[in-house]
């Protein structure tokens, strides 16, 4: 069934599927459009796309319900957490059931001995690490905005800290999933590996809500670091702040975060921020370990840099300094934002291998430059991924045209040279063609068998990564 089908088929199944929940909810379930179009937006530029309903569960228990309803009804079901997604990952293009799991933020278990946690979808990243401060752990992943977990899982979410700590796939040891009938399955174990079976567990993860509703998380946990150093470091040429990333990685030296901003993105962030950083390509990094680990990596990277360009490496040691430089990175979405007036942004990310990293910037870079276009680039350069903010007109039919245009040759370079299409954006609605070109048909083919497999009905975040266009063979 189409798209189109489906949400004009979704409307009445939405209404009955309200009825029936509307005295157990109570204020829980929301039908007001008013209501609904709290949820008709994220952070993407993909439009508004409204739900017929939205259901708040605060159970395990109640989602299963909710899916095992929908499921009888047709209705399509669109997983919802804190609406930071950048690709319309979930956006509620059908219509149907928006299954709002902001509400469940319980953390249910916390296992130092084991350096692991269990936690309910809802749970956000900083509320983690808030409860975890006396235990000596913490919870690395860290995209910017104060995601839910089960988000980060459908993403498969990484962000500034991945080149040490990895990403959500690394981190997440088991999970609990409601199906598409609404059963509950359990995958993974607490054990740090295994060899039985099926790796069902990273099945889920980056399966953008397509395969199944995550309703509880094992999560593995890291010692927080004795000591902590965070600077910024200014280069002469974006290449040379590149090629130190490169240097830096390849020699071994264990960064915790190392992040990439051109000039334009340090503008945005001194107006935005009120910094004073000099406006040219700058890194953001920080170092983890014992002092005489922290001073030893200072000392390498410092020796790389200089032969690259680098300037004064200005040193933020105390948590208030290191907490305002890297909450001025995360803003860096609304500073770009703020460059031009009501503006909309449209944020596109690739990876790429580190040795091909100074390469594919720089063609961005000169194809920004060329299309007079506001386009601060930045990203996690240390594991190859990096971002450009188109800042836009949204009347302005030629900007969007050439920013179409960038985005398609970004992606294609990277596809070139042995990269990803999206790094932790995922595919949502915005790059499902890129998916056929970075896997082709025999993988994509395989996937649409898995979603059918565990979702005979397409009711599970219906349209996402494959859109309505068939595979080919698989028809």
């Given at each position: 069934m189409s798209i189109a089908a489906r949400r004009l088929a979704s409307a009445d199944g939405g209404a009955l599927l309200a009825s029936s929940f509307a005295a157990e909810f109570g204020p829980r379930l929301l039908t007001n459009p008013a209501a609904l179009a709290h949820y008709a937006r994220s952070e993407g530029h993909h439009g508004e796309h409204l739900p017929d309903l939205v259901?708040?569960?605060?159970?395990?228990?109640?989602?299963?319900?909710?899916?095992r309803a929908a499921a009888e009804l047709s209705v399509p079901v669109v997983p919802y957490g804190a609406g930071t997604s950048l690709e319309g990952n979930a956006a509620a293009i059908a219509g149907g059931l928006c299954l709002d799991l902001s509400g469940m933020t319980r953390v249910l278990e916390i296992h130092p001995e084991d350096m692991l946690c269990v936690v309910e979808p809802g749970v956000t990243r900083e509320q983690l690490n808030a409860e975890l401060r006396?235990?000596?752990?913490?919870?690395?992943?860290?995209?910017?905005?104060?995601?839910?977990?089960?988000?980060?899982?459908?993403?498969?979410?990484?962000?500034?800290?991945?080149?040490?700590?990895?990403?959500?796939?690394?981190?997440?040891?088991?999970?609990?999933?409601?199906?598409?009938?609404?059963?509950?399955?359990?995958?993974?174990?607490?054990?740090?590996?295994?060899?039985?079976?099926?790796?069902?567990?990273?099945?889920?993860?980056?399966?953008?809500?397509?395969?199944?509703?995550?309703?509880?998380?094992?999560?593995?946990l890291h010692g927080q670091p004795e000591a902590l150093l965070a600077g910024t470091w200014p280069f002469d040429t974006l290449g040379g702040a590149v090629q130190t990333v490169i240097a830096t990685i390849q020699a071994g030296i264990p960064v915790a975060r190392m992040e990439l901003l051109d000039a334009a993105a340090i503008r945005a962030c001194n107006l935005h921020s009120h910094l004073n950083l000099p406006e040219q390509p700058t890194l953001f990094l920080e170092l983890h370990g014992s002092e005489a680990s922290v001073r030893e990596q200072l000392d390498m990277v410092q020796a790389i840099g200089a032969d690259f360009g680098g300037g004064a490496l200005a040193r933020a040691v105390e948590t208030e300094a290191r907490s305002r430089l890297w909450k001025a990175r995360h803003q860096a979405l609304p500073a770009a934002r703020a460059m031009l007036p009501n503006a909309v942004t449209w944020v596109t990310d690739v990876c790429v291998p580190i040795s091909r990293l100074a390469d594919a910037?720089?063609?961005?870079?000169?194809?920004?430059?060329?299309?007079?276009?506001?386009?601060?680039i930045l990203g996690h350069v240390g594991d190859g991924n990096f971002h450009v903010f188109f800042v836009l007109p949204p009347d302005?039919?030629?900007?969007?045209?050439?920013?179409?245009?960038?985005?398609?040759?970004?992606?294609?370079?990277?596809?070139?040279?042995?990269?990803?299409?999206?790094?932790?954006?995922?595919?949502?609605?915005?790059?499902?063609?890129?998916?056929?070109?970075?896997?082709?048909?025999?993988?994509?083919?395989?996937?649409?068998?898995?979603?059918?497999?565990?979702?005979?009905?397409?009711?599970?975040?219906?349209?996402?990564?494959?859109?309505?266009?068939?595979?080919?063979?698989?028809?």
């Open positions: 259901a708040r569960p605060t159970s395990v228990e109640e989602v299963q319900r909710l899916v006396t235990t000596g752990l913490f919870f690395p992943v860290d995209p910017g905005a104060n995601a839910t977990m089960a988000g980060m899982i459908a993403t498969r979410a990484s962000g500034t800290n991945a080149v040490r700590y990895g990403t959500m796939r690394e981190n997440t040891l088991a999970l609990k999933v409601v199906l598409a009938d609404g059963s509950l399955v359990r995958t993974g174990t607490r054990a740090r590996k295994s060899s039985a079976g099926y790796d069902l567990t990273h099945l889920f993860v980056g399966s953008e809500g397509t395969l199944g509703v995550v309703v509880e998380a094992t999560l593995r910037i720089g063609r961005v870079q000169a194809r920004v430059e060329e299309a007079g276009l506001i386009a601060p302005d039919e030629r900007a969007w045209t050439r920013a179409r245009a960038i985005n398609e040759a970004m992606v294609e370079h990277a596809l070139a040279v042995g990269g990803t299409c999206t790094g932790e954006h995922g595919i949502g609605i915005g790059k499902q063609g890129a998916l056929l070109r970075e896997h082709g048909p025999e993988a994509v083919l395989l996937m649409r068998r898995l979603k059918e497999a565990l979702d005979p009905q397409g009711i599970l975040n219906p349209g996402k990564l494959f859109g309505d266009a068939s595979t080919p063979g698989l028809d």
